[in-house]
């Protein structure tokens, strides 16, 4: 007979050195992934884009708060009800030149994504960087007319620089902090603006968006930007991509984005991380190649539809913030689970039971209001029944499909 000893594991101390800049912790014991960088236009080449339609900046510049805010909706509406309405088909037809076949499924889940989104709250909705300022003014008791566009061309691209490895509320707190700031200890009852961020020293300004990640980098390049705005953009935003890129830390995602709400400019798409995890999931760009979110902005931009080229970003941001999570995903939930190809098919098939309905109505995740969503599904698709004992799914919504 053999007798087996139990051995005890011997612990040891381990010492964990100081805390460093950006809140980074470092240990001889572990190994750990090279820093983030902040998106920069150096990384990978970017082609600059040719303007199909110029937009008339000065026409833009003159408008006064309540003009230039109406334009804005008009433009680049971020309702999420406004997506409850089914796409025209003639956009569809609307394509680049010698662009390829839509990717299969993708008319279908895009258009059942468009109407999950109509009906569910995201955080990308509020606070988001295009709601950001407007949001965060609300809470300071300046209301959106009273916001100079000016200001709000600023603040956009602030909330763009800080909003890099940061969730949207993290980066509210901080927007939060630079417009009380600007307001109770500068004095200046318009809140942040460029007078705002010159007289903010870099050491408080590291202060006040600690809420975001690397904030002291982000904090460098935010006093180098102000300074660069007055000097070379004549006191606001550029109004190209060219120009967006000269400024530091602000890459193609950022700096397109900051166009199309700023100026109105559809000169690509704004590809973040949500964006280009989707798209690769789903094939609507080859998850070989497109192994960056600049590779999969241009594989998009080679056949999406322009008119589709703003909405995807907070369409496709909101969805990947609360139903399709990298960790956590909410098949369940999912209008689309029958057609998409990265389906849980285990959590999609747990359906949703009648007797949580009211814990789930009130927070189905963490993040996000799912009320309108859910009192759909009950409504449309009878989908918080209680699954009987085959556990058989309610049939899916047909969706009609906008290329027929």
Same mark, same amino acid.
């Given at each position: 007979?053999?007798?087996?000893?139990?051995?005890?594991?011997?612990?040891?101390?381990?010492?964990?050195?100081?805390?460093?800049?950006?809140?980074?912790?470092?240990?001889?014991?572990?190994?750990?992934?090279?820093?983030?960088?902040?998106?920069?236009?150096?990384?990978?080449?970017?082609?600059?884009?040719?303007?199909?339609?110029?937009?008339?900046?000065?026409?833009?510049?003159?408008?006064?708060?309540?003009?230039?805010?109406?334009?804005?909706?008009?433009?680049?509406?971020?309702?999420?009800?406004?997506?409850?309405?089914?796409?025209?088909?003639?956009?569809?037809?609307?394509?680049?030149?010698?662009?390829?076949?839509?990717?299969?499924?993708?008319?279908?889940?895009?258009?059942?994504?468009?109407?999950?989104?109509?009906?569910?709250?995201?955080?990308?909705?509020?606070?988001?960087?295009?709601?950001?300022?407007?949001?965060?003014?609300?809470?300071?008791?300046?209301?959106?007319?009273?916001?100079?566009?000016?200001?709000?061309?600023?603040?956009?691209?602030?909330?763009?620089?800080?909003?890099?490895?940061?969730?949207?509320?993290?980066?509210?707190?901080?927007?939060?902090?630079?417009?009380?700031?600007?307001?109770?200890?500068?004095?200046?009852?318009?809140?942040?603006?460029?007078?705002?961020?010159?007289?903010?020293?870099?050491?408080?300004?590291?202060?006040?968006?600690?809420?975001?990640?690397?904030?002291?980098?982000?904090?460098?390049?935010?006093?180098?930007?102000?300074?660069?705005?007055?000097?070379?953009?004549?006191?606001?935003?550029?109004?190209?991509?060219?120009?967006?890129?000269?400024?530091?830390?602000?890459?193609?995602?950022?700096?397109?984005?900051?166009?199309?709400?700023?100026?109105?400019?559809?000169?690509?798409?704004?590809?973040?991380?949500?964006?280009?995890?989707?798209?690769?999931?789903?094939?609507? %760009? #080859?998850? $070989? &190649?497109?192994?960056? @979110?600049?590779?999969?902005? *241009?594989?998009? +931009? !080679?056949?999406?539809?322009?008119?589709?080229?703003?909405?995807?970003?907070?369409?496709?941001?909101?969805?990947?913030?609360?139903?399709?999570?990298?960790?956590?995903?909410?098949?369940?939930?999912?209008?689309?689970?029958?057609?998409?190809?990265?389906?849980?098919?285990?959590?999609?098939?747990?359906?949703?039971?009648?007797?949580?309905?009211?814990?789930?109505?009130?927070?189905?995740?963490?993040?996000?209001?799912?009320?309108?969503?859910?009192?759909?599904?009950?409504?449309?698709?009878?989908?918080?029944?209680? %699954? #009987?004992? $085959? &556990?058989?799914?309610? @049939?899916?919504?047909?969706? *009609?499909?906008? +290329? !027929?």
């Amino acid at each position: 007979m053999v007798t087996l000893r139990s051995s005890k594991r011997k612990h040891i101390d381990v010492c964990i050195e100081e805390e460093v800049s950006d809140g980074e912790i470092t240990s001889k014991y572990f190994k750990k992934d090279a820093p983030f960088e902040v998106e920069t236009a150096e990384e990978e080449s970017y082609v600059l884009p040719v303007e199909s339609e110029p937009a008339n900046i000065e026409w833009i510049k003159s408008l006064n708060s309540e003009q230039y805010f109406t334009w804005v909706s008009e433009v680049t509406d971020d309702n999420p009800e406004r997506w409850n309405k089914p796409l025209d088909p003639k956009i569809f037809k609307n394509r680049p030149v010698g662009a390829p076949p839509f990717p299969k499924s993708f008319v279908e889940i895009y258009s059942r994504v468009r109407l999950m989104r109509s009906k569910i709250i995201t955080p990308v909705d509020s606070v988001g960087c295009a709601a950001l300022p407007i949001t965060v003014s609300a809470k300071c008791d300046i209301q959106q007319n009273e916001i100079k566009p000016k200001n709000y061309r600023l603040q956009l691209l602030v909330s763009l620089m800080m909003s890099a490895q940061t969730r949207d509320e993290s980066n509210a707190k901080a927007m939060l902090n630079l417009i009380k700031y600007s307001i109770e200890e500068l004095g200046i009852p318009e809140g942040l603006n460029l007078e705002a961020l010159l007289r903010i020293e870099e050491d408080v300004l590291v202060n006040l968006i600690k809420p975001v990640g690397f904030f002291n980098r982000k904090a460098h390049y935010i006093k180098q930007t102000v300074q660069l705005l007055i000097d070379e953009f004549e006191s606001d935003i550029p109004t190209d991509i060219a120009g967006m890129l000269s400024l530091p830390g602000v890459g193609p995602k950022m700096g397109l984005l900051a166009l199309q709400k700023a100026w109105g400019k559809m000169d690509g798409i704004g590809v973040d991380v949500h964006v280009h995890r989707l798209c690769n999931m789903w094939h609507w %760009v #080859d998850p $070989k &190649k497109c192994k960056t @979110a600049e590779h999969t902005r *241009k594989e998009l +931009e !080679s056949w999406l539809p322009k008119e589709l080229w703003y909405e995807i970003n907070p369409l496709l941001v909101g969805f990947g913030q609360v139903i399709c999570m990298a960790r956590g995903k909410r098949c369940d939930l999912c209008l689309a689970n029958d057609v998409c190809n990265a389906v849980d098919k285990k959590i999609a098939n747990k359906g949703i039971m009648r007797s949580a309905s009211k814990r789930r109505i009130q927070s189905p995740t963490k993040r996000g209001d799912f009320t309108l969503w859910l009192r759909h599904l009950e409504d449309e698709n009878d989908a918080l029944k209680v %699954v #009987d004992s $085959k &556990k058989e799914r309610p @049939a899916p919504v047909n969706i *009609k499909n906008e +290329e !027929s």
